[in-house]
């Protein structure tokens, strides 16, 4: 059973931790250093250690998933990218194509998202398709093309990466690296983006429960990367009048285990554009760090996922009700 202890210290405490072959990690908290030993059954003198002069206190972290517990870190993780900084008071909204599809796509929904109050782009390159026969992304020109766009109005770029090879140029070009649903326990691809030096949205998998989707976040974050954005993305149950059914529940579940950001996409939560405006609201209402929504203007056309995609206009009088949900909730857009 892997063990994990947070505690108060200073100096060169967490070298002595290590000699005991844990690998240690370290967390600032109310001015104090919070350090995490963590090691598959490895024995600690925790009795010995807790007589350390600068030890303050020795306590062990029940759940699984250590770093991404509240226990390691009781105040919620801040993730600055470009203007907006998530998990603060204001809502991250992020919106875009589905897929970046060419020039004059990208830069007349960047135009539209940015206008309406979006702060970052979302738009994917490489695309993971349930048909090898569907649109499969621009690839590095799509990129190119989404980080014209999104400069053009001051917007970051999230953008999804498929596999280990695409980590670095994916980095290049974009300001969060997005996992996607059906990689959320690709465990090479979390381990090689807990190496990178951007954050992180981790989809929920098709299928994972609560604590999976924890310690999938926990890969990322044992590898060095505490910037860690968590995306419930809708879950497989046995209903079919949408696409996925989205699971609010996970809202206040998470943010009571983990101090990482929360964020919904009730785009690929329900599948259905008429259906994703009172599933944003409602994830806001429940305490979303922010939403990642599908917007196209001419969703008709759309090389994915134009059926759950909003007109800009939508778009837009949704952030209006947004802001006045934020409000009643203490936050803002
Ligand atoms: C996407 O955001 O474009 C996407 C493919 O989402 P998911 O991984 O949640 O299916
Ligand atoms: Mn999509």
Redesign the pocket.
Known sequence: MPHGVGFFATGDIATRLRMFGVAVHRTDYDGHARLCAVGDGVPVAWDEVRQWPEVEAVQPIAVPFKLVSRAFHPHPTLISVGRCTIGSDQLALMAGP??IEGEEQAFTIAAAVARSGASVM???AY??RTSPYSFQGLGEEGLRIMRRAADAHGLAVVS?VMDTQQVALVARYADIL???????QNYSLLKEVGHAQKPVLL??G?AATIEEWLMSAEHIMSNGNSQVIL?E??IRTFETYTR?TLDLNAIPVVKELSHLPVIV?P??GTGIRNKVAPMARAAVAAGADGL?I?VHHDPDHAL??GAQSLYPVQFDELVDQIRMIATAIGRRV
């Open positions: 589905c897929s979302r738009g994917g695309k993971p999804e997005q996992v996607g649903a059906r990689n959320m989809k929920r098709l995306c993305r809708g996925n996409d785009s690929h990642i599908e994915s996922d």
